[in-house]
Nanobody, 123 residues
Framework: VQLQAFGGGLVQAGGSLRLACAAT????????IAWFRQAPGKEREFVAT????????DYADSVKGRFTIARDNAKNTVSLQMNSLKPEDTAVYYC?????????????????WGQGTLVTVSS
């Protein structure tokens, strides 16, 4: 099983980026997929998660209304559209997959992790 996150980069505050998580060895439509992030010197924190059906999702309060998580079953990928970016969104973003059919904000619920992609938001 491999999860690969990509799409990070440098963007100005107020700008947008779209991250993608490509899965091999597992089917995203039968896993709960989440995005977490880790800023320098801080713990990894929950960002967003999407359920098996693709119709249920949960977001951290800090990103609600600005970020959107979605799955593309045909491409076996999950995306994170990030709008109105702020300098405090700067972090390495990781995607993770869980075999549990419940939305969770807890890192230990996720069985597989990608390597992360860096997002830097300049002020």
């Amino acid at each position: 099983v491999q999860l690969q996150a990509f799409g990070g980069g440098l963007v100005q505050a107020g700008g947008s980026l779209r991250l993608a998580c490509a899965a091999t060895g597992l089917t995203v439509s039968s896993h709960t997929i989440a995005w977490f992030r880790q800023a320098p010197g801080k713990e990894r924190e929950f960002v967003a998660t999407i359920g098996w059906s693709g119709t249920t999702a949960d977001y951290a309060d800090s990103v609600k209304g600005r970020f959107t998580i979605a799955r593309d079953n045909a491409k076996n990928t999950v995306s994170l559209q990030m709008n109105s970016l702020k300098p405090e969104d700067t972090a390495v973003y990781y995607c993770a997959a869980s075999t549990a059919a419940v939305l969770s904000r807890t890192k230990t619920m996720y069985d597989y992790w990608g390597q992360g992609t860096l997002v830097t938001v300049s002020s």
